[in-house]
């Protein structure tokens, strides 16, 4: 049996050197492709670590800038608790007097400019008993005074704004009120 193997091999020789080289040139080509599909993917993990490494060192960088932000947006929220402005709107039976009252009651408010907008919403009642009851003298010539009462406060970004109400006091001691 061996001898007959032997012999097919002889006769077909051309057979086996094509099948041989069928065989080789197959490889060849499946090593050249499935190499060009390997690079490939492999340029493409490259450029994908790349576009990560990119994208990483731009998450920190927003990271930090948001840091920053933050930091100045603390120290900003600090100056914006503080008063700056402070409106008074007056409710006057007589219009002639609201502009004078506003006026004076804006220059006895004044020391709270500057003052923690925090500090005065969880103490109301020092606006309070300043204006309350509070008598203002509009002419001492002819004897004008006006009572406050306070209506409403409230507080907006940085100001401080006020409503009051007044009421007609006029009377003869118009001297033992301080303006």
């Known amino acids: 049996m061996v001898r007959g193997v032997i012999a097919g091999l002889k006769k077909n020789r051309r057979a086996w050197v094509m099948l041989l080289l069928g065989f080789l040139f ?7 492709l499935y190499g060009q599909k390997i690079d490939g993917l492999l340029s493409e993990r490259n450029a994908l670590y790349y576009a990560n490494n990119q994208k990483y060192k731009e998450i920190l960088k927003l990271q930090e800038e948001t840091l920053q ?9 600090e100056n914006k608790d503080r008063i700056q402005k402070i409106i008074v709107e007056v409710d006057s039976e007589q219009s002639v007097i609201i502009d004078l ?12 400019l500057g003052k923690s907008m925090q500090w005065i919403s969880n103490n109301p009642d020092l606006i309070e008993l ?10 001492e010539a002819q004897k004008l005074k006006v009572e406050v009462h306070l209506k409403y406060v409230s507080f907006y970004d940085e ?21």
């Open 26 to 32: 197959g490889n060849g080509l499946f090593l050249l």
């Open 69 to 77: 932000l933050a930091r100045k947006g603390e120290r900003h929220q």
């Open 101 to 112: 009252v506003k006026e004076q009651l804006e220059k006895k408010l004044t020391p709270f």
């Open 130 to 139: 300043i204006l309350e009851k509070e008598q203002i003298v509009i002419d």
């Open 159 to 179: 100001t401080l704004k006020i409503w009051v109400q007044t009421k007609d006091v006029s009377s003869d001691d118009v001297s033992d009120i301080v303006k």
